[in-house]
């Protein structure tokens, strides 16, 4: 699921086309009919529908996002700017990747350049991405994973991001694998993390 640029979604797509992710991407929806990842996707081939939060009533919204996925082992989260409240038998097959260290700097509005301007100025000396299973709150749930980057003394919001983007690039994928290798497993509400 996408709002943006689809850079997560190509990222992931290579690493499925190289073998090291053992998965395929049934189809990527987008928030947005304008947002470039809808084009980029299409031109990798993969199917691609866009379901418009615009005048849809929420429980509408929600409904056209969990029939657009139905039948999918796993829901990528790729800079999906909306909380989905997804079905519950869905718990456990749902992941975001979030360009920060959660539990700091995630929730309502925390995205893209926002993360970077506030991990800035708190003065933080390290940064990074995290990947987790979602529940029903923005950027909260079970970590699966993180990887780190220093924050450098001359970092602006920019350079920092593409330090970070770089670390979402491995981080994601290996994520993904560890699901299809049955290193996630959800019982319930419990989830097990194997390394």
């Known amino acids: 699921m996408i709002s943006g640029g689809g850079r997560t979604v190509l990222n992931l797509q290579d690493h ?7 998965a395929r991407i049934d189809v990527v929806v987008s928030s947005r009919a304008d947002a470039p990842g809808v084009q980029r996707a299409r031109d990798r081939g993969l199917s691609t529908i866009v379901v418009e939060r615009g005048p849809l009533p929420e429980e509408e919204f929600q409904n056209r996002l969990s029939e657009a996925v139905g039948g999918v082992d796993l829901v990528c989260l790729a800079g999906f ?3 989905w409240r997804f079905p519950e038998a869905m718990y456990g097959r749902v992941i975001n990747i979030h360009p920060a260290l959660l539990p700091e700097f995630g929730g309502p509005g925390m995205y ?3 993360v970077h301007e506030a991990v800035l100025a708190a003065g933080r000396t390290e940064s990074g ?16 994973l993180q990887r780190r980057v220093p924050v450098l003394e001359d970092d602006t919001p920019e350079t920092l991001a593409a ?3 770089e670390q979402e690039c491995l ?6 694998g560890m699901f299809c290798d049955g290193r996630i497993q959800v019982s319930g509400r419990q989830v097990l993390i194997k390394p």
């Not at 499925?16 to 053992?22: F, L, P, T």
């Not at 990947?131 to 709150?137: A, G, K, L």
């Not at 981080?171 to 993904?176: D, E, G, N």
């Open 16 to 22: 499925i086309e190289s073998g090291e992710v053992d």
């Open 81 to 83: 700017l909306w909380l």
């Open 112 to 114: 893209g350049r926002r």
């Open 129 to 144: 991405c995290t990947v987790h299973v979602c529940d029903d709150q923005y950027d909260h749930g079970p970590v699966i």
């Open 163 to 165: 330090r970070v983007f």
């Open 171 to 176: 981080a994601y994928p290996q994520a993904v």
